[in-house]
Protein backbone atom coordinates (compact mmCIF):
# COMPACT_ATOMS: atom_id res chain seq x y z
CA UNK A 1 0.00 0.00 0.00
CA UNK A 2 1.71 3.07 -1.17
CA UNK A 3 1.09 5.97 1.46
CA UNK A 4 1.64 9.45 0.11
CA UNK A 5 2.12 12.33 2.70
CA UNK A 6 1.58 16.04 1.73
CA UNK A 7 2.55 18.50 4.03
CA UNK A 8 3.70 22.63 4.15
CA UNK A 9 0.43 24.29 3.12
CA UNK A 10 -0.89 26.80 5.22
CA UNK A 11 -2.34 30.50 5.45
CA UNK A 12 -0.65 33.21 3.96
CA UNK A 13 -1.51 36.94 2.21
CA UNK A 14 -2.04 37.15 -1.43
CA UNK A 15 1.58 37.89 -2.88
CA UNK A 16 2.88 35.71 -0.61
CA UNK A 17 5.18 32.62 -1.12
CA UNK A 18 4.77 28.74 0.46
CA UNK A 19 6.77 25.37 -0.39
CA UNK A 20 5.24 22.27 -0.52
CA UNK A 21 6.43 18.75 0.38
CA UNK A 22 5.57 15.25 -0.57
CA UNK A 23 6.97 11.94 0.48
CA UNK A 24 7.12 8.83 -1.08
CA UNK A 25 7.97 5.42 -0.72
CA UNK A 26 11.53 4.99 -2.93
CA UNK A 27 10.49 2.23 -5.66
CA UNK A 28 7.42 4.14 -5.83
CA UNK A 29 8.64 7.28 -6.19
CA UNK A 30 11.80 6.78 -8.27
CA UNK A 31 10.31 5.59 -11.22
CA UNK A 32 7.06 7.71 -11.77
CA UNK A 33 5.56 10.57 -12.98
CA UNK A 34 4.71 12.81 -10.51
CA UNK A 35 2.61 15.86 -10.10
CA UNK A 36 0.87 18.43 -8.03
CA UNK A 37 -3.38 18.17 -7.90
CA UNK A 38 -5.59 20.78 -6.06
CA UNK A 39 -8.89 20.63 -5.06
CA UNK A 40 -11.13 23.64 -4.26
CA UNK A 41 -14.25 24.21 -2.37
CA UNK A 42 -17.12 22.80 -4.65
CA UNK A 43 -14.83 21.96 -7.70
CA UNK A 44 -13.04 19.14 -9.22
CA UNK A 45 -9.53 18.05 -8.47
CA UNK A 46 -7.57 19.41 -10.79
CA UNK A 47 -3.90 18.62 -12.00
CA UNK A 48 -1.49 21.81 -11.89
CA UNK A 49 2.07 20.69 -12.19
CA UNK A 50 3.87 17.99 -13.26
CA UNK A 51 7.54 16.15 -13.18
CA UNK A 52 8.72 13.03 -14.64
CA UNK A 53 11.62 10.94 -13.18
CA UNK A 54 14.22 13.14 -15.08
CA UNK A 55 13.19 16.17 -14.04
CA UNK A 56 11.32 17.39 -17.02
CA UNK A 57 8.01 19.52 -16.03
CA UNK A 58 4.82 20.96 -17.18
CA UNK A 59 2.40 23.42 -15.79
CA UNK A 60 -1.35 24.46 -16.14
CA UNK A 61 -1.67 28.06 -17.37
CA UNK A 62 -2.90 29.10 -13.63
CA UNK A 63 0.07 28.69 -11.91
CA UNK A 64 2.42 28.77 -15.19
CA UNK A 65 5.64 30.99 -14.19
CA UNK A 66 4.60 31.24 -10.53
CA UNK A 67 4.82 27.91 -9.25
CA UNK A 68 7.84 25.45 -9.72
CA UNK A 69 8.14 21.84 -9.13
CA UNK A 70 10.98 19.73 -8.13
CA UNK A 71 11.55 16.36 -7.04
CA UNK A 72 14.74 14.56 -5.28
CA UNK A 73 14.68 11.56 -5.96
CA UNK A 74 17.75 10.28 -3.60
CA UNK A 75 15.08 11.48 -0.61
CA UNK A 76 11.85 10.66 -1.91
CA UNK A 77 9.88 13.96 -1.98
CA UNK A 78 8.61 16.51 -4.32
CA UNK A 79 8.22 19.83 -3.92
CA UNK A 80 6.03 22.62 -5.19
CA UNK A 81 7.44 25.97 -4.22
CA UNK A 82 4.51 28.07 -4.72
CA UNK A 83 5.10 32.30 -5.14
CA UNK A 84 3.03 35.30 -6.15
CA UNK A 85 0.12 33.64 -4.30
CA UNK A 86 -3.40 34.55 -5.34
CA UNK A 87 -6.86 33.77 -3.51
CA UNK A 88 -7.80 31.29 -6.53
CA UNK A 89 -4.83 29.49 -5.48
CA UNK A 90 -6.58 28.19 -1.96
CA UNK A 91 -7.32 24.61 -2.45
CA UNK A 92 -6.38 21.53 -0.70
CA UNK A 93 -3.09 20.00 -2.37
CA UNK A 94 -2.30 16.48 -2.92
CA UNK A 95 0.51 14.42 -5.14
CA UNK A 96 -0.08 11.51 -6.82
CA UNK A 97 1.13 10.02 -10.15
CA UNK A 98 0.80 11.85 -13.83
CA UNK A 99 0.43 9.52 -16.55
CA UNK A 100 2.26 12.13 -18.80
CA UNK A 101 4.10 14.88 -18.10
CA UNK A 102 4.05 16.90 -21.66
CA UNK A 103 0.55 16.53 -22.08
CA UNK A 104 -0.68 17.03 -18.46
CA UNK A 105 -2.20 14.11 -18.19
CA UNK A 106 -3.30 12.56 -14.76
CA UNK A 107 -3.24 9.14 -13.59
CA UNK A 108 -2.46 6.21 -13.01
CA UNK A 109 -3.55 7.19 -9.07
CA UNK A 110 -2.44 5.37 -6.16
CA UNK A 111 -4.55 5.59 -2.76
CA UNK A 112 -4.49 9.47 -2.19
CA UNK A 113 -2.85 11.04 0.76
CA UNK A 114 -4.72 13.85 3.26
CA UNK A 115 -3.20 17.03 1.22
CA UNK A 116 -2.02 19.96 2.54
CA UNK A 117 -4.59 22.66 2.74
CA UNK A 118 -3.41 26.51 1.39
CA UNK A 119 -5.59 29.36 1.77
CA UNK A 120 -4.89 32.54 0.29
CA UNK A 121 -6.46 35.80 2.08
CA UNK A 122 -6.82 38.88 0.14
Known amino acids: QVQLVESGGGLVQAGGSLRLSCSAPGSFFSIGNMGWYRQAPGNQRKLVATISSDGTTNYSESVKGRFTISRDNAKNIMYLQMNSLKPEDTAVYYC????????????????WGQGTQVTVSS
Open 96 to 111: NRVLRVTTMTPGTFVS
